[in-house]
């Protein structure tokens, strides 16, 4: 069993819809919660951190985060061609950061 | 301010070789990390620094490898007699918090190495 988890994709939703990407990891010590983007070629660049159970919202982007069910899920509303990107969870647990494969999203227009 | 940069880009190595890939962390950052991602996957840990001390090395693939940060800013990740099995992206990721949680990783644009 990996220790992060993440459907591969790819995961392709139209233009406004809402994007779903789910992750699950093994580590119970776990205390920080990532999501990054990656472009292809890119590096990941870091855009939602949540550090206990509930929701955060930043703009069009809402994390929730249910460790008694050790689940990450990232949510992006009114989706955007731009959006069209590999995302990736991230569980840290004392600079012990551990990264699932990434989620392929396609947004069409 | 800046962000993390790292040099070269792109590498090409015959195999055998030793390359020496460059990482500068954003300016007052005291964690440094390495990462090594191949096509398809997410980044793998290598090793971690916080200030000049080296604090886990776990990650590193085999004694070919070695990285230093000896003032706590600049670090250099060292691999030696370079092997096909080392062609992958070399990522380097700063934070501004010690230990513990908020441990929020800035990423540098990675050095792609290539060994023929």
């Known amino acids: 069993q990996k220790e992060v988890e993440q459907n591969s994709g790819p995961l392709s939703v139209p233009e406004g819809a809402i994007a779903s990407l789910n992750c699950t990891y093994s580590?119970?010590?776990?205390?920080?919660f990532f999501w990054y983007r990656q472009y292809s070629g890119k590096s990941p660049e870091l855009i939602m951190s949540?550090?206990?159970?509930g929701d955060k919202e930043d703009g069009r982007f809402t994390a929730q985060l249910n460790k008694a069910s050790q689940y990450v899920s990232l949510l992006i509303r009114d989706s955007q061609p731009s959006d069209s990107a590999t995302y990736l969870c991230?569980?840290?647990?004392?600079?012990?950061?551990?990264f699932g494969a990434g989620t392929r999203l396609t947004v069409k227009p | 301010g800046a962000g993390v940069s790292q040099s070269p880009r792109y590498k090409v190595a015959k195999r055998g070789q030793d390359v020496a890939l460059r990482c500068d962390p954003i300016?007052?950052?005291?964690?440094l990390f390495w990462y090594q991602q191949a096509l398809g996957q997410g980044p793998e840990f290598l090793t971690y620094?916080?200030?000049?001390?080296?604090?886990?090395k776990s990650g590193l693939p085999s004694d070919r490898f070695f990285a230093e940060r000896p003032e706590g800013s600049v670090s250099t990740l060292k691999i030696q007699r370079t092997q096909q099995e080392d062609s992958a992206v070399y990522l380097c990721?700063?934070?501004?918090?010690?230990?513990?949680?908020?441990?929020?990783?800035?990423f540098g644009p990675g050095t792609r190495l290539t060994v023929l």
């Open positions: 990721a700063s934070s501004y918090y010690s230990s513990g949680s908020y441990n929020e990783q800035f």
């Open positions: 580590d119970r010590g776990s205390q920080s």
């Open positions: 949540i550090y206990s159970n």
């Open positions: 991230a569980v840290d647990n004392n600079n012990d950061m551990r």
């Open positions: 300016s007052g950052h005291v964690s």
């Open positions: 620094f916080q200030n000049e001390a080296q604090l886990d």
